[in-house]
Structure formats: C-alpha cells, structure tokens
C-alpha cells in the first residue's frame, strides 16, 4: 500500500530565516506530487506540482521554490521566510488514471512564522 | 474566475441526525468534483469523486449528490456519529487544467 510522509510536524520560524518541508512517497512509482498550502479558515492554494524528477510547475508566485530531487522525494522550500508564510502546508500524490484520479494527501506541516 | 463555494460555513448537528452540505461552483464544464473530509490538523481523506455525467455516488454513510444544470452538489451524511466532525471540502478539476479549485469547506460538529 502507498504512504506519504511529511516532516515536520510542526515548525517555528523567525522572519527571514530559511525553510525546507520535505515530502517523501512510499509504494508507487513516478506519482504525480504536490505541494499546498491552507491559510486559516480558507481553501487549499496549489503551490507546486511535479510530474517528475525535476519537473516543477508553480502556480503562484511567491518567495517559496519547489524540487524533486528523486521520484519519489518533493521538497518546498524558502530561502528568507515571510510573516505571510505562516500556514499549514500540505504534500500530495496522485497517479493520473483518465478523468478520475484521485490526490492523497499527507498529515501536513504547521507552519508559523514570528 | 473559476470558483467554488460552500455552504454552509458551519454546522452543528445532533449524533444520529442527517445532514446536507452545498457545494456551487461558478464554471462549467469540468472533469470530475470530489468531496474530501478533513480532520484538525490533518490532511484530506477523499469521500467521492463524480465525473461530470454523474448524478450521484456514495461511500457508507455518505451520499454525494449533482445536477450539472443549476451547477450544484450536495453531501448527505446519514446517523451522523461524532466522528464525523470534520471540515467537509467540495474539490473541482476543470476540464484541461491539472489544477484542483477548493471550496474554504464546511466546519461540522456532531454532539452527543
């Protein structure tokens, strides 16, 4: 059966510090993975997704970046974090199979920055 | 904009009572809409997922509803138990985009 894994559970950040998520597949094989992020109280806002190794789309701008290093490995990223940053970021998979793929998703990271 | 909203923002429902939640979304036509559930602090657990030439789909106590033509879907929870306290997202695909639009959700509370 397939796994996702996202760590940290949580984290605490000043403004301007670095910030690395790291997601990580187990069970499949050249999935689909995505990173999200849901501000308190709203929807889901896609971030990134991958299609492959080293293949990133993104799909707001903003100060955060993306790699896939291995198949099955998704990395979110920042180099100087913002106070707007703050949020819970969530990693998904998914195998396209026609019009009905489903995305799974992984238990999240919380994110606040101070 | 592509657009998706729920209502209502929240509900508060006794154990062992019904339920519906709304989902109306703005575009047409699209791939497929899903309905997720979502504990505190966790990650979306699918429910159902209809394609756009369905009507209905269920999962256990869970029944998703959709009329293409007023551009609407529901989500009835039968004898809801406590731990069906969840946020309840209404999730579309837009034909041609991989992008998901999700609704903000709707915060359900099941008392004793």
């Known amino acids: 059966s397939q796994t996702i894994h996202q760590w940290p559970a949580t984290l605490v950040q000043p403004v301007g510090s670095p910030l690395s998520l790291e997601c990580t597949v187990e069970?499949?094989?050249?999935?689909?993975l995505y990173w999200y992020r849901q501000a308190a109280g709203r929807g889901l806002q896609l971030l990134f997704y991958?299609?492959?190794?080293?293949?990133i789309s993104s799909e707001v701008p903003q100060n955060l970046s993306a790699s896939r290093p291995q198949d099955r490995q998704f990395i979110l990223s920042s180099k100087k974090l913002l106070l707007s940053d703050s949020g819970f970021y969530l990693c998904?998979?998914?195998?396209?199979?026609?019009?009905?793929?489903?995305?799974?998703f992984g238990p999240g990271t919380r994110l606040t920055v101070l | 904009k592509n657009q998706v909203e729920q209502s209502p923002q929240s509900l508060i429902i006794l154990e062992g009572k019904n339920c519906t939640l709304q989902?109306?979304?703005?575009?047409?036509?699209?791939?497929?809409l899903r309905w997720y559930k979502q504990d505190t602090g966790r990650g979306p657990v699918s429910l159902t997922i209809?394609?756009?030439?369905?009507n209905t789909k269920s999962n256990g106590r869970y029944t998703a509803t959709l009329d293409a033509d007023t551009k609407q879907s529901s989500l009835h929870i039968t004898a809801s138990q406590l731990s069906d306290s969840a946020s309840y997202i209404c999730?579309?695909?837009?034909?041609?985009?991989?992008?998901?639009?999700f609704g903000s959700g709707t915060r359900l509370q099941v008392q004793p």
């Open positions: 991958s299609v492959g190794i080293g293949q």
């Open positions: 998904a998979w998914s195998l396209v199979k026609g019009l009905t793929d489903t995305q799974y």
């Open positions: 999730v579309v695909r837009w034909t041609g985009r991989r992008a998901l639009t």
């Open positions: 989902c109306n979304y703005t575009v047409s036509p699209f791939s497929n």
């Open positions: 209809m394609t756009f030439s369905e």
């Open positions: 069970g499949t094989s050249n999935p689909n």
